[in-house]
């Protein structure tokens, strides 16, 4: 497939193809040249982008992306050092997870403070010192 279709069926920009292509990221198993010189991308490109945005939404940077890669293409880290990077990715993600749960909580109780300031002003007030006695500064 060309690149404008591969970009399509991944929501990506035809740039961001060529970035990750330029980045390393795809190779001669994703993509190959024509006799007139286009490029032609095969279904294994699609896998490898799908990874990529995966990876990517977990927090990996694009050069630990390629490192990654790297070492798998050419079978470079054994089966245990590749489970001791996917456990500190995880533990590394469970960290972001916990940090996003607190975030979470605090903007239920906003919400809930506001409600009811617009509702119930004593309860407001309520909430106000029950959270400033928790957490006094």
């Not at 795809?26 to 896998?47: C, F, M, P, Q, W």
């Not at 799908?50 to 079978?75: H, P, W, Y």
Request: include cysteine; glycine fraction near 4%.
């Amino acid at each position: 497939m060309k690149i404008q279709e591969l970009a399509e069926k991944m929501g990506l920009s035809v740039h961001a193809v060529r970035f990750y292509e330029k980045e390393g990221l795809l190779d001669s198993r994703h993509v190959r040249r024509e006799k007139n010189n286009y490029r032609a991308y095969t279904g294994e490109a699609i896998e490898r982008l799908r990874l990529i945005r995966k990876f990517q939404g977990l927090g990996c940077s694009l050069a630990e992306l390629k490192e990654l890669f790297q070492d798998q293409d050419a079978n470079a880290k054994t089966h245990q050092q590749m489970i001791e990077w996917m456990e500190l990715k995880k533990d590394e993600i469970e960290r972001k997870k916990a940090e996003y749960d607190q975030i979470l909580e605090t903007l239920d109780w906003m919400i809930e403070y506001r409600k009811a300031l617009m509702k119930d002003p004593e309860k407001a007030e309520a909430m106000l010192k029950a959270i400033k006695a928790v957490y006094p500064h």
